[in-house]
């Protein structure tokens, strides 16, 4: 994320509130930090760069998560504009508060999700990547394989993942081989940050669902 413009924070006034942020040591503001919800650290990241740093880093993140309340995620179209995704977010407070933004197509769905985050996907191929908390999002390098109308597309899909040995989020993609009638299935890894997919190999069995995958 960018650095806040001049035009918002000048010269002076960064100094000043760069100095106040450090006047708590940094046990104690991450600790107040993870007392708050995402929304609310979205717009602290903007204060300065010690605590861009400290919101930034991935172990904060990772604590921050676990420490947070599962909260209910429910989807609507917009009969106002057909192009775009009504999201509605519940805690365990009751407090709601809604999320709408526009599609590139018509037909969008989600993968699945890991972590808070979406993984969405649409009728052309197109991958993105969503923080419905924060409303961030970041569109993927397009996959080296699109489906498009095929009779293998039920094989064709996305899963997106963490590994918690490099604190990294993953997203794998399969998809089905040349061969009609074939059981073998390829996959493809992006790694949150890199430029291009990274081709895996084949998988020898039957995707019959999104979370099963049985052998030959």
Known sequence: MSSPSKTLMGGKKAKVVEGNARLLCSDALTEVFHKLPARTLASCRMVCKYWMSLLSDVHF????????????????????????????????????????????????????????????????????????TTGESVVLPKPMYTAGSSQFSSCNWHCLGFCPSTKQHK??????????????????????????????????????????????
Not at 83 to 108: E, F
Not at 178 to 191: F, N, P, R
């Open 171 to 216: 997203i794998a993609h399969f998809y089905p081989g040349a061969h009609a009638g074939s059981l073998e299935v390829l996959c493809e890894i992006y790694t949150i940050g890199d430029r291009d997919w990274r081709q895996i190999g084949t998988l020898r069995g039957a995707p019959i669902d999104r979370g099963i995958h049985v052998k030959k």
């Open 61 to 132: 993140l990772h604590e921050h998560l676990n420490r947070s309340q599962q909260k209910l995620l429910l989807f609507a179209n917009d009969r106002a504009n057909d192009r775009s995704l009504a999201m509605v977010l519940a805690d365990a407070n009751g407090y709601m508060y809604q999320l709408s933004r526009p599609l590139v197509a018509q037909s969008l769905f989600v993968h699945n999700s890991c972590n808070g985050l979406l993984c969405l996907g649409d009728s052309k191929g197109a991958v993105e990547l969503l923080n419905p």
